[in-house]
């Protein structure tokens, strides 16, 4: 019998990612981590916990001790190491179910036709209209969107906080901010600074409900609308975090243009993204960008040059560049000033 090559082998495994990533999610989904946290426990007895089938539970946890989550005893008792504890709540259980929910499942398998015709999304070949008017309909749908981004952002939130200097600002605005992540860091950290959330009507709304529960004396101001018609003005700085990479160029340099007009003298357009880069690396930008692409059709990251069109092209210049935690980095921007 030949054995198989290393070409093979790498193959094999890079196939198997799906599988690991159905296991993470739905031990995700479960809520395995959260339950095994405070003391290790047996199949049977995690089963129970779970309102699960222990034998099946035992294959789903066979897995995750081959992939690094969780250690078993001779007792078969199942602890958690380090990584697997990241699965918790609060710490990226939310990111793992979100991957592994069926309304973010589902539109990876039209991959290959959105690549053979653009004109509809891969999430809209799945289901039928675009994904932040799928979010509008389905409220679970949202909360599961928006706590997952919630805790991918938290991760770079306290970074955004150290890159740029807002000690002497009166008023900042989170564009497309989401559940309000970044501004209730920046909250307790500059408490002379005015923070406004501005998000569509359905996320503000999730969003005072999120705080309700997380942070009752957050001290953020809220505003709703369409980000290519307006945004809360003036202000020192606007957030423009993970917003762009949604959108194809001319959608994009609307939203900064909107901005532009309604910054202050001497404010600054704050853009948070990943910046793609040149070459064949493993880039996990590259990765979101197929996100990016099965999510949003023409959405795409972007490489620091196609951020600086980007900005010329909406009256901004590239003023700085920062790095944040997970990859992503600032660009700091400002009105452009004419040169004769
Ligand atoms: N900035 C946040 C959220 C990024 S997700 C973060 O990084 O954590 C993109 C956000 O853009 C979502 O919250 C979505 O509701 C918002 N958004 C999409 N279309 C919008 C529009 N037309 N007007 C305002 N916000 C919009």
Not at 39 to 54: E, K, S, Y
Not at 190 to 214: G, K, M, N
Not at 239 to 262: F, G, M, P, Q, S
Not at 279 to 306: F, I, W, Y
């Amino acid at each position: 019998m030949s054995h198989p090559s290393d070409a093979e082998q790498k193959l094999l495994q890079l196939l198997s990612g799906k599988w690991v990533t159905a296991a993470l999610a739905a031990a995700a989904e479960l809520g395995i981590a959260d339950a095994l946290a405070p003391a290790p426990l047996t199949a049977a007895q995690l089963a129970q916990r779970l309102g699960c089938d222990a034998t099946a539970l035992a294959r789903l946890l066979r897995v995750l001790c081959g992939e690094g989550l969780l250690e078993v005893d001779v007792e078969g008792c199942y602890r958690i190491t380090p990584v697997g504890a990241q699965l918790r709540s609060g710490q990226l259980r939310e990111l793992a179910r979100f991957v592994g929910a069926p309304f973010m499942w589902t539109p990876w398998a039209e991959l290959a036709d959105a690549l053979r015709d653009t004109q509809r999304s891969a999430f809209e070949r799945a289901h039928g209209h675009p994904l932040f008017a799928h979010l509008d309909q389905s409220p679970h749908d949202a909360a599961v969107y928006h706590q997952a981004v919630d805790a991918f952002t938290r991760r770079q939130a306290r970074a955004l906080c150290n890159a740029f200097d807002f000690s002497g600002l009166e008023r900042v605005v989170d564009v497309g901010g989401g559940l309000g992540t970044v501004l209730t860091e920046l909250t307790q950290r500059f408490p002379q600074l005015a923070c406004v959330l501005y998000d569509r009507p359905s996320v503000i709304e999730q969003a005072r409900a999120h705080w309700a529960r997380t942070d009752p004396s957050a001290r953020i101001e809220t505003d709703s609308g369409d980000f290519f018609e307006r945004v809360p003005a003036p202000a020192d700085a606007y957030i423009v975090k993970h917003v762009l990479h949604n959108w194809d160029d001319e959608h994009a340099t609307r939203i900064l243009r909107v901005c532009r007009e309604a910054l202050r003298p001497g404010g600054h357009v704050l853009i948070v993204e990943s910046l793609l880069l040149p070459g064949n690396v493993r880039d996990a930008t590259a990765l979101l960008d197929l996100e990016m692409l099965v999510l949003c059709g023409a959405g795409h990251e972007r490489s620091k040059p196609q951020f600086r069109r980007l900005l010329h092209d909406a009256g901004l210049s590239l003023v700085a560049t920062r790095p944040l935690a997970g990859g992503a980095r600032l660009l700091i921007a400002a009105p452009r000033v004419a040169r004769d």
